[in-house]
């Protein structure tokens, strides 16, 4: 196996390189979401030179403006595109004609499931539709959904029929679904284009960073523990007993961003779906150490507790301001940094036995992935990253 899909690289070797731009590029990639957790990897290990394929010329696409924390993107050529518009899209992206391969990576999150499953599907066939004709020499297409495609939606009532082993051909669930329809719609578009291959990717809770990402886990609690340090309170946990004492896991965006990559250049990963995770569980008891060790902070004596973080949290946006300020950092909106909801829904969680987390890298690792991470390690190198880009003090 080739070494760098043993995971020599990624968290470990995370760096910038700078220089010119090259001349002549292997492939081109397209990565749609850039400003989200696995897409801000993808951008940032696909303009390393040691990262297979060649050297990657880099088209990134977000909603909104370019942010000021990616700066370290020299080499990404960012276009800002409403994908929602299908004449914007059109616009924006069919012109892409050098594209070889697609990394979808978007996610949006409305306040229903019935509108995200919409809008998601929306977004993807007016991506695929722009990009597919267009580009003579496409190859393949990577998806990223992620772990609760085996589980019901949130918003159904409907019985698990299966219990939740997290295997990649487990039975979908009879419900409606964002991911089943994103996969779907990719499965259906690729038949526009012959020897047109794709993958699919579904990591678990992701560790990594972005502002932007309205599942940054990483990034609200490095937020939530510089509140509660300005304050002078302790670091609360404000999960469940579950949460607290149950096996979890996560993975490590550039971990994500490495399986992607591979299955868009090896025969074996594609067609195929694969889970991704970093390959061990962890506590989340022992992972509140790490982070008030981090920032310095005493932590209490764990109590269940029915009020949230997002509650904890409603009337803080003065108080992350006056912090900014103080601290010289980069200027953000409390409402995009802390995703307290989706915090309270990770710490909140059921979990499932250790037994059935393992089994997440089975069909990664017999197909010939072999990336890995340890979470602990993961977890202290994304606080060191919100902090690297001023986004903490």
């Known amino acids: 196996m080739n070494w760098w899909w043993l995971g020599a690289i990624g968290s470990a070797l995370h760096r910038i390189e700078s220089g010119d731009i090259p001349s002549k590029y292997h492939n081109v990639a397209l990565v749609v979401g850039v400003t989200g957790i696995s897409g801000n990897s993808l951008a940032d290990i696909l303009q390393l030179s040691s990262t297979p394929g060649g050297r990657w010329k880099v088209y990134g696409v977000g909603r909104r403006r370019q942010p000021e924390w990616q700066f370290h993107h020299n080499h990404v050529q960012y276009i800002q595109c409403d994908m929602v518009d299908p004449e914007a899209t059109q ?9 070889t391969h ?3 990576v978007g996610w949006v999150t409305k306040s229903t499931e019935e509108e995200t499953y919409e809008e998601n599907g929306r977004m993807l066939r007016n991506v695929l539709n722009a990009v597919i004709p267009n580009a003579p020499n496409l190859q393949h297409i990577c998806l990223q959904t992620g772990q609760k495609y085996a589980l019901p939606s949130l ?4 019985e698990i029929q ?3 082993q997290f295997v990649e051909e487990l039975p979908r669930e ?3 679904d964002s991911y089943y329809a994103m996969e779907d719609i990719l499965a259906e578009e690729v038949q526009a284009k012959e020897n047109l291959t794709w993958s699919v990717h579904r990591p678990a809770v992701m560790h990594g960073f972005s502002p932007y990402s309205t599942r940054n886990i990483i990034g609200s609690l490095c937020v939530y523990a510089t509140i509660c340090k300005h304050e002078g309170q302790h670091l609360k946990f404000p999960g469940n007993q579950a949460g607290w004492d149950g096996y979890s896991e996560a993975a490590d965006a550039d971990l994500v961003a490495e399986q992607q990559i591979w299955a868009s250049l090896h025969h074996q990963g594609k067609r195929q779906a694969f889970n991704c995770s970093n390959g061990d569980v962890f506590k989340w008891k022992d992972l509140w150490k790490i982070l008030a060790d981090e920032f310095e902070l005493e932590t209490v004596k764990f109590e269940e507790d029915s009020i949230t973080l997002e509650e904890m949290m409603r009337e803080k946006g003065p108080v992350w301001d006056q912090i900014v300020q103080e601290k010289d950092l980069l200027p953000t909106r409390f409402d995009e940094v802390g995703t307290w909801w989706y915090v309270d829904s990770v710490l909140r969680c059921q979990t499932v036995s250790d037994d059935y987390i393992n089994r997440g890298m089975e069909k ?3 197909f010939g992935f072999g990336g890995s991470r340890n979470t602990a390690d993961s977890f202290r190198f994304w606080i060191y990253m919100t902090r690297k880009y001023k986004i903490i003090p």
Request: charged share 30%; no cysteine.
């Open 174 to 176: 009879d419900t409606t």
């Open 155 to 158: 918003d159904s009532t409907a």
């Open 91 to 99: 616009a924006k992206l069919s012109h892409l004609s050098d594209v």
């Open 364 to 366: 990664s690792r017999k």
């Open 102 to 104: 697609v990394f979808y």
């Open 162 to 164: 299966n219990e939740p």
